[in-house]
């Protein structure tokens, strides 16, 4: 059993029976107790009766849609992390899912590493908003969320306030993909021209990637919004 997955519940639901037995079997021998619905409303209904750590939701289910879970979840005040899996490849299906409340977001078929990936980093960001130290890392950057302090490769960057204040929401976000328009409302308080958002980006990473033009911590999610890479 793995030591970063002690004790991790995950509740699959899919319609779809080799894919959960595929599920299972990968998520079992990386240490995490697996549970599984075929369908929405036994997946609600597992969510009450024993709440898991974290859901992988499949958005095409026989009697509701996907997005009607998280809706109803989210309306009923369940904050486990969700990661939404589906073959559906329209943006406007991943934005929705992200603004209604999922935590991330992958496209049959997907490669296993990238959903553990994606799985760990949902269950880091739950500890995170717990109490985790407030002080962000990922490779050469570093984040004092404390004092206000930005640093690349030790030395410190500075930020206008509008850059720092786009950085931090990124930072409590770590490794979730953030749409346009959550973005927008957090930093800017309204839904503004993207245009906006666009330009502090590309000034951001002028001040904290090595290579602008091939980012490694700031990252996009096409036609959905930006994700910053988890800490190491």
């Known amino acids: 059993m793995k030591s970063d997955t002690v004790a991790r519940r995950v509740l699959v639901v899919d319609d779809e029976p080799p894919i959960r037995r595929f599920l299972r079997a990968t998520l079992a021998s990386q240490g995490y107790e697996v549970a599984e619905a075929a369908d929405g409303a036994a997946a609600l209904e597992e969510v009450r009766r024993r709440p898991p750590d974290l859901l992988i939701l499949d958005l095409g289910l026989p009697d509701m849609d996907g997005l009607e ?71 050469d950057l570093s984040v004092d969320l404390v004092r206000r302090l930005v640093t690349l490769a030790g030395e410190e960057v500075k930020l206008s306030p509008r850059e720092y204040d786009l950085l931090r929401l990124l930072v409590a976000h770590a490794g979730k993909v953030l749409t346009h328009r959550f973005i927008l409302k957090e930093v800017w308080g309204a839904e503004t021209d993207i245009q906006y958002l666009r330009i502090y980006i590309r000034q951001l990473r002028q001040k904290i990637e090595p290579d602008p033009e091939r980012p490694r911590h700031i990252l996009t999610e096409t036609g959905v919004g930006y994700r910053l890479r988890a800490p190491d």
Do not use: C, N, W
């Open 69 to 139: 879970v998280i809706r109803r979840l989210r309306g009923s005040g369940v904050v486990l992390p969700i990661i939404v899996l589906s073959s559906r490849l329209d943006e406007a299906g991943k934005v929705e899912a992200l603004d209604l409340g999922a935590d991330d977001y992958v496209t049959k078929p997907f490669g296993m590493e990238e959903l553990l990936a994606r799985l760990r980093a949902a269950l880091r960001h739950r500890l995170q908003r717990q109490g985790e130290a407030p002080v962000f890392r990922s490779g």
